[in-house]
């Protein structure tokens, strides 16, 4: 795993420089929160560091603790603070909104709501005109479902093995990760083969992958889908591109067989590739149902389905409603969000950024045999760690070991996939270059310490 022989790896030693002082922390200590945090929040904790790690302020992509220390926030909350923490924009917008009115409930007129549905619009292809607002991605996610299967009268929906689309119900029916997999009903959901070009049966080919769902539909269905439901780049499951072209395919069958395409761009919506504003847009297909959530709001409990007027008339059949959907002050703060990545050019700057450290990690993949893969588009990046590259063994223990170090020099990034060996780093797209250089070298001199 070691770095080559003659290679010695020192530690970087500062973050970047960055005017912010952080509020002096006189509340509980990580102990405390940690022990009620046990006693009060149940057994389920994830993600957590061995010593448990207090984080008491954000400010754009850095992190504070309550010692005041300094870290650069490569997780973003989960791929959720698009703009940077308490950007000030989005900060003065929920402030002023929430002076003014904070819930009336959509019973009522209020602009903020239409304003934003029609930001949101202009900023969809083809004629995914109509809004509906939720709190979350499941939510988002369970009545995109709900909406496929009005629409076409069938109850079978499609979706990838590793996917995750929520942890709602039926939403935990969609996604296909063992680690997240509970003993409840689950029915009419077809998971198939995942077309992961690196761990997947059938590498970069499409239409191998594509026949497989054509077989799916042939012999486990009626031969009518409600519909099919895929990340453009995988998230939870470990930042896995689809094949190239893969989508394309799908939609043709997916299409004739009567059913709709959902595209979940929970985590890839909003410029975060880079390439392009939406994830499905990598692949050249415009989807009949789109999901987001998370960026949208830069940390506000906000969702979104965006569809055709055609589908969305099923909806008429009933009364649709959500109480906080479309809540006045995470309007302001999501049409905010919209100003604010515009204004800031932070696709742009994903791309830029993201070729950077792209760059970088694949100069360290060389450099250490325990990097398997390094993979994604502009700010979202995922590295696989293996122990054998040609069986590829996930290194499990090792990207456990590397996570904590990369702690403690200052740099937070996720950890997922299946096998729990990949680092996922989806950082606030205000990150610079130079976080990106800080991040590389704190791997790199981590990964020489194995
Ligand atoms: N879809 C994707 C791609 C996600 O990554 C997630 C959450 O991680 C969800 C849906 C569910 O979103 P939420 O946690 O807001 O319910």
């Known amino acids: 795993a070691a770095a080559a022989a003659d290679t010695v790896v020192t530690p970087p030693q500062q973050l970047p420089p960055f005017d912010h002082k952080p509020a002096p922390y006189n509340g509980p200590s990580a102990d405390e929160v940690f022990a009620k945090r046990k006693t009060f929040l149940g057994p389920s904790l994830f993600h957590y560091y061995q010593k448990p790690l207090n984080i008491v302020e ?15 926030d490569a997780f973003a909350g989960i791929v959720t ?14 402030t002023e909104q929430s002076k003014l009115l904070q819930h ?14 029609e930001a949101l619009a202009s900023k969809m292809p083809g004629n995914l005109k109509v809004v509906y607002f939720v709190n979350s991605g499941s939510e988002a996610n369970e009545l995109a479902m709900m909406m496929a299967r009005l629409y076409t009268g069938s109850l079978d929906m499609i ?16 996604t296909a990760l063992n680690t997240w997999k509970y003993p409840i009903p689950e029915g009419h959901v077809h998971h198939v ?15 191998s992958y594509a026949k497989d769902v054509q077989d799916h539909i042939d012999y486990g269905t009626s031969g009518k889908v409600a519909g099919f439901i895929a990340e453009t780049i995988q998230g939870v499951g470990g930042t896995v591109e689809l094949a190239p072209g893969y989508l394309k395919l799908i939609y043709d069958i997916v ?17 975060r590739t880079g390439s392009h504003y939406w994830g499905f847009e990598t692949q050249g297909v415009i989807p009949d149902i789109v999901t987001m959530a998370k960026g949208i709001g830069n940390g506000l409990p906000l969702g979104a389905v965006v569809t055709t ?10 009364i649709q409603f959500n109480t906080f959907g479309g809540n006045p002050v995470c309007s302001a703060g999501g049409l905010a969000v919209l100003r604010v990545l515009d204004k800031e050019k932070r696709q742009a700057h ?21 990097i398997g893969n390094v993979r994604g588009r502009g700010l979202m990046v995922g590295v696989e760690m293996v122990t054998d590259r040609k069986d590829k063994t996930p290194a499990k223990a090792e990207t456990a070991v590397v996570f904590e170090k990369l702690r403690e020099l200052g740099v937070l990034v996720g950890k997922g996939g299946i096998h729990g060996n990949v680092f996922r780093i989806k950082p606030p797209m205000c990150f610079t270059k130079d976080d990106a250089d800080f991040l590389v070298d704190a791997l790199d001199y981590s990964l020489s310490k194995l």
């Open 58 to 72: 954000g400010k754009m992509q850095y992190l504070y603790d309550d010692s005041g220390r300094r870290y650069i």
């Open 309 to 318: 007027p055609e589908i969305a008339s099923v909806m008429a059949q009933k």
């Open 255 to 271: 299409h004739k067989a009567g059913g709709v395409c959902i595209a979940d761009e929970v985590q890839t919506g909003f410029g």
């Open 193 to 207: 083969m995942n077309p992961d070009p690196y761990r997947g049966v059938f590498g970069a080919d499409a239409a």
């Open 350 to 370: 994903s791309a830029e950024v993201g070729s950077h450290l792209l760059e970088r990690l694949r100069v360290l993949e060389q450099r250490h045999e325990i």
């Open 104 to 117: 009336a409930t959509t019973i009522y007129l209020n602009h903020t709501i239409g304003d934003f549905a």
């Open 81 to 94: 603070v698009s703009c940077g923490h308490c950007h000030p924009e989005i900060l003065n917008a929920i």
């Open 159 to 174: 979706s990838l093995r590793n996917a995750y689309h929520g942890g709602s119900s039926s939403t935990l029916g969609l």
